[in-house]
């Protein structure tokens, strides 16, 4: 039997006609409900003619823009849990700017929910800029990545610290500082959330200063002296101190080199913003026309003209190798770690 075109594309017509487009009215997803038999057989006595009403329940509810039956736009979504988010939609996804809130029984305020996170999302998760509210009153204002905390942000926590620095995967790496209550300052660099590499701690109470190198949370090597008033350190009437300082700190880098290496998959945390801006500049001016990658000479140029030492052992025997600018940020914080 010969297709009827005609049908076929009235079938293609109603189709189109049926998609979701533009603001619609409140769609709703409805869900089985999970009761006990005991429950039901309660329901049953009290109410048969309303049995059958009540096997389901409101689901998960939408309301805004939608584009080819997705949502699109402008939109809010409450899940069947209470939960809810406003904001940006991209092809089905959270995506944009927006906020979510999580239902709470024991939130006494705006209909039990308790405001999650604010800001930039992709693909449903946390992934830009934006401030994260954690239940036990600490606040998160900064950088995330699917999800995780990731580039700069500044942490307030409920025991009244602060963090302002970098973060990796959640956890505080890179350069930081954290002021603590009760007014002692840590400046520094961390490692998956403990104090390793250079850093002082200045401890309030006392007056006093650590000055060296962390590993792993502890003060391993280096000056711990009482501050003037003008809060500097006093000359050190030791012979030699620098030399011993300097032997006892690189004895411990290379003992700690292999872990800390772990932060150079993260180049994006050892540098500002503008470092990395003025790096992908200088990278860019001594590519050749045509070129993606530049030479040893040009890497070691940029890395003077931003005042990073080097080890020019390493870098002659780079003499016969060209370099992305993924390579370049490599060698700038290996380099940054080891000075």
């Not at 998956?192 to 590499?197: C, L, S, Y």
């Not at 962390?214 to 030699?240: H, R, S, Y």
Request: aromatic share 12%.
């Amino acid at each position: 039997m010969p297709l009827d075109k005609t049908s076929t594309a009235l079938w293609r017509k109603n189709e189109e006609k049926s998609k979701r487009n533009g603001v619609r009215k409140t769609a709703y997803w409805p869900k089985r409900r999970k009761i006990s038999w005991e429950q039901r057989l309660v329901e049953e006595v009290m109410n048969p003619l309303k049995t059958r009403l009540n096997k389901w329940e409101p689901g998960n509810r939408y309301f805004g823009e939608w584009e080819d039956n997705k949502k699109h736009g402008f939109g809010t979504q409450t899940w069947s849990n209470g939960n809810k988010y406003e904001g940006e939609w991209v092809n089905g996804k959270r995506q944009g700017k927006g906020t979510f809130w999580k239902y709470d029984e024991q939130f006494d305020q705006n209909d039990h929910l308790r405001k999650i996170y604010t800001g930039e999302w992709h693909g449903s998760k946390k992934h830009g800029f934006g401030i994260q509210y954690l239940k036990d009153g600490s606040i998160y204002e900064g950088m995330f990545r699917q999800n995780l905390r990731h580039g700069e942000g500044a942490m307030s926590y409920a025991n009244g610290d602060v963090y302002i620095g970098n973060w990796v995967n959640d956890e505080k790496s890179g350069a930081g500082k954290l002021i603590a209550a009760n007014g002692n300052i840590y400046t520094g660099t961390w490692l998956q959330d403990k104090k390793e590499g250079r850093g002082e701690y200045y401890y309030a109470d006392k007056n006093q200063v650590y000055v060296g190198e962390w590993v792993e949370g502890m003060a391993k090597c280096g000056i711990f002296a009482e501050l003037d008033e003008q809060k500097t350190l006093p000359k050190l009437g030791v012979k030699n101190v620098k030399t011993v300082l300097k032997q006892s700190i690189l004895k411990i880098r290379q003992n700690r080199q292999k872990e800390r290496s772990k932060r150079l998959g993260y180049p994006d945390v050892v540098f500002t913003q503008e470092e990395l801006d003025r790096l992908q500049k200088k990278f860019q001016e001594h590519l050749a026309i045509g070129s993606t990658t530049i030479t040893i000479s040009a890497i070691i140029d940029i890395l003077e003209s931003e005042n990073i030492p080097y080890n020019e052992q390493s870098m002659d025997k780079l003499r016969n190798k060209t370099f992305d600018y993924l390579h370049l940020l490599c060698l700038a914080s290996a380099s940054r770690n080891e000075d």
